[in-house]
C-alpha cells in the first residue's frame, strides 16, 4: 500500500477512512430506486434527495447545492463560480460512489 501523493488532511468535514467503508456497505432504502451518483430514479421517499444516502455518497455541495457528480447547479460557496466542497471533498466522494456503485447492482 503506497501513500505516496496524499497529503494528510486534517480539514474537520473530510471523511474518515471508517466512516467511508461504512458508507460502500450501504444499502439503497427500499422504497426509493434513487441512483446517488445520477441522482434520478424513482423516489418514493418524496425528498429531493434520498435522506438516507450517508454524507459520504452525497456529491452534493452542502453549502450551495452544487453537484459535483453531475455538473448540476451554480457553484456560489467560495464565492461566485466558486464551490470550495468542488475543490476538495466532493471528488472524493464522487470516486467513493464509483466504488460503491461497482459493489451493489444499480439499475
Ligand atoms: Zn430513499
Ligand atoms: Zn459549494
Same mark, same amino acid.
Given at each position: 500500500m503506497s501513500v505516496n501523493g496524499q497529503s494528510p488532511s486534517s480539514r474537520s468535514h473530510a471523511s474518515t477512512p471508517a466512516s467511508r467503508f461504512r458508507a460502500l456497505e450501504f444499502e439503497r432504502c427500499p422504497d426509493c430506486r434513487m441512483d446517488p451518483l445520477s441522482g434520478r430514479g424513482f423516489r418514493a421517499c418524496r425528498q429531493p434527495r434520498?435522506?438516507?444516502?450517508?454524507?459520504?455518497?452525497?456529491p452534493v455541495c452542502p453549502e450551495?447545492?452544487?453537484?459535483?457528480?453531475?455538473?448540476?447547479?451554480?457553484? *456560489?460557496?467560495? #464565492? %461566485?463560480?466558486?464551490? !470550495?466542497?468542488? *475543490?476538495?471533498? #466532493? %471528488?472524493?466522494?464522487? !470516486?467513493?460512489?464509483r466504488a460503491w456503485r461497482e459493489r451493489h447492482e444499480v439499475d
Open positions: 434520498c435522506p438516507f444516502i450517508p454524507r459520504e455518497l452525497d450551495c447545492g452544487y453537484d459535483v457528480a453531475n455538473d448540476r447547479g451554480t457553484p *456560489a460557496c467560495g #464565492g %461566485p463560480g466558486v464551490c !470550495a466542497f468542488a *475543490a476538495d471533498e #466532493g %471528488p472524493r466522494r464522487v !470516486a467513493l460512489l
